[in-house]
């Protein structure tokens, strides 16, 4: 009943997921299937299971709108091929077609395959149609149930490709868009300052990332993925929301005159750094607007699950979630405003001190005073007071981390090794009045942190403050609090204004 399940069964179906091979050879192209201008009642057959090899031919039909959902009009019929494949872009017309009455009476469809949303103000219709290879273009109309927004067509610009993958591979998919290549070396770090416990690599963490993180379109690559694990509902609205949110990245870059991504780009060539690039200010912002929008048009979709995120790295957890709550309230700040426009437009909107009060600026503090022995082992990192609330927060009570944090008014971060072990230093520098506060609980952090990891704190001669921790290792039996993810997200959200 809302617009995911209008919108996803091009994309959802087992059979179009293998798509059947052409006579001719797999180089010669198939000609796009020709739109439907009239809305026909589908035949009284069952779907088929995920077990039954074929799929009668479905047609465009006019979905009943619910109250507040928009009312969609079928303009094409795009296939989502296989493993590998793209949704190439099509041109679309551009006469307006009035959207088809509401029928009050007619009932519900169960038996219809969910289908897919693509877009933002204006929506893409898709309808499921027998495979072919040659892909074409998402392309449709819709009418808002918000009086504010304009009735209008969108298409995408380019092509979407769209691989299904082995959980695991997926979730090591995610994991590298959001950390880089071998992320791997920096758990040692991370463990040393409280920010994930025990022995964390892809094969501990990759399913887990899977089922929080069902599909995910990656900007950096232009590849939407999904795990092949997630079934029904869940899979057709996370399909729902990655695919709108691929429309709209490419709405922003069309915007700005940005080429789309190279056919080879790889998460794995980032660079992987001890602290990995949240995104801050404008930046986050962006992602979450987006991440908003793009539910908008999926209907009801949960959020996530804090507790689908236990055993996560605490800088993960962090950015996920962030994304995930943060674009409504930021949105609702433009009240009326927004309704007309896209989400870069949305975005780009926003009023800078708004954005540094989500994600206060960072500034570098002094560089440390390493002790005999230990050699740097990367380069040092700013991290900002709202990072930081993750680390003091694994061995603070929430009273204490919150008060620590925003002692911070500069920071870096410098790893280390000392002997084989990873250890870090981090330097602060306190706001102002705030000294006391911030060495007090620094101390007590050494003090709750495992025995294991060596944890000093110390005022160095020009009043700079300094943190020193070492990797306790996978075996630690005192472990970081859980959670504390979740407490910034509130943190951030409650200093975003109420409209």
């Keep these: 009943?809302?617009?995911?399940?209008?919108?996803?069964?091009?994309?959802?179906?087992?059979?179009?997921?293998?798509?059947?091979?052409?006579?001719?050879?797999?180089?010669?192209?198939?000609?796009?299937?020709?739109?439907?201008?009239?809305?026909?009642?589908?035949?009284?057959?069952?779907?088929?299971?995920?077990?039954?090899?074929?799929?009668?031919?479905?047609?465009?039909?006019?979905?009943?709108?619910?109250?507040?959902?928009?009312?969609?009009?079928?303009?094409?019929?795009?296939?989502?091929?296989?493993?590998?494949?793209?949704?190439?872009?099509?041109?679309?017309?551009?006469?307006?077609?009035?959207?088809?009455?509401?029928?009050?009476a007619e009932p519900a469809l169960p038996s219809l395959p969910p289908v897919?949303?693509?877009?933002?103000?204006?929506?893409?219709?898709?309808?499921?149609?027998?495979?072919?290879?040659?892909?074409?273009?998402?392309?449709?109309?819709?009418?808002?149930?918000?009086?504010?927004?304009?009735?209008?067509?969108?298409?995408?610009?380019?092509?979407?490709?769209y691989d299904v993958l082995p959980a695991a591979e997926h979730g090591a998919v995610v994991l590298q868009s959001h950390f880089g290549g071998d992320w791997v070396t920096a758990v040692p770090l991370w463990r040393a300052l409280g920010l994930v416990a025990g022995e964390v690599d892809e094969s501990t963490l990759a399913d887990a990332v899977a089922d929080a993180v069902p599909a995910q379109y990656d900007p950096g690559t232009g590849v939407l993925t999904r795990s092949d694990g997630v079934v029904g509902v869940t899979r057709s609205t996370a399909l729902a929301v990655e695919l709108a949110t691929a429309l709209f990245v490419q709405e922003a870059r069309a915007a700005a005159g940005e080429p789309a991504p190279a056919d080879d780009s790889d998460p794995a060539d980032t660079a992987v750094s001890a602290a990995p690039t949240i995104p801050a200010g404008r930046a986050i912002a962006d992602r979450a607007v987006v991440r908003a929008e793009a539910e908008e048009l999926a209907g009801t979709v949960p959020d996530l699950d804090p507790a689908s995120l236990t055993g996560f790295p605490a800088l993960l957890a962090y950015d996920l979630l962030a994304v995930d709550r943060l674009?409504?309230?930021?949105?609702?700040?433009?009240?009326?405003?927004?309704?007309?426009?896209?989400?870069?437009?949305?975005?780009?909107?926003?009023?800078?001190?708004?954005?540094?009060?989500?994600?206060?600026?960072?500034?570098?503090?002094?560089?440390?005073?390493?002790?005999?022995?230990?050699?740097?082992?990367?380069?040092?990192?700013?991290?900002?007071?709202?990072?930081?609330?993750?680390?003091?927060?694994?061995?603070?009570?929430?009273?204490?981390?919150?008060?620590?944090?925003?002692?911070?008014?500069?920071?870096?971060?410098?790893?280390?090794?000392?002997?084989?072990t990873a250890c870090v230093y981090a330097t602060f520098t306190p706001a102002a009045g705030a000294e006391s506060v911030l060495e007090l609980y620094l101390a007590q952090w050494t003090l709750n942190a495992p025995a294991s990891s060596g944890?000093?704190?110390?005022?160095?001669?020009?009043?700079?403050?300094?943190?020193?921790?070492?990797?306790?290792?996978?075996?630690?039996?005192?472990?970081?609090?859980?959670?504390?993810?979740?407490e910034l997200v509130d943190r951030v959200v409650a200093r975003v204004p109420a409209p």
């Design 1 to 104: 009943d809302s617009p995911a399940d209008d919108l996803v069964s091009w994309a959802d179906d087992p059979v179009l997921a293998e798509p059947v091979a052409p006579a001719a050879s797999s180089d010669t192209p198939v000609a796009p299937a020709a739109p439907v201008d009239t809305p026909v009642a589908p035949p009284d057959v069952p779907v088929p299971s995920a077990a039954e090899p074929t799929l009668p031919p479905a047609v465009p039909v006019a979905p009943v709108a619910p109250a507040n959902q928009p009312v969609l009009e079928p303009v094409g019929a795009p296939v989502l091929a296989g493993s590998g494949t793209s949704i190439v872009p099509s041109a679309a017309p551009d006469t307006a077609v009035p959207p088809p009455a509401p029928v009050a």
């Design 116 to 161: 897919m949303p693509v877009v933002t103000t204006p929506v893409q219709t898709a309808v499921a149609t027998p495979p072919v290879t040659a892909p074409m273009a998402p392309t449709a109309r819709a009418t808002s149930s918000a009086a504010a927004r304009k009735r209008t067509k969108k298409k995408f610009d380019d092509a979407v490709d």
């Design 327 to 420: 674009g409504e309230p930021l949105v609702a700040t433009l009240g009326e405003a927004a309704a007309d426009q896209l989400p870069h437009e949305i975005a780009a909107a926003l009023d800078d001190a708004l954005l540094d009060a989500v994600e206060p600026p960072v500034t570098a503090a002094p560089a440390p005073s390493l002790a005999d022995g230990d050699t740097l082992d990367g380069d040092a990192t700013s991290w900002g007071r709202d990072l930081w609330y993750l680390a003091l927060g694994a061995y603070l009570a929430p009273d204490q981390a919150g008060p620590a944090s925003d002692a911070i008014a500069a920071d870096l971060l410098t790893p280390v090794r000392r002997g084989d």
């Design 455 to 486: 944890a000093t704190s110390q005022r160095l001669p020009d009043g700079t403050l300094q943190l020193v921790a070492c990797d306790p290792g996978a075996g630690a039996t005192t472990l970081p609090r859980t959670g504390v993810a979740t």
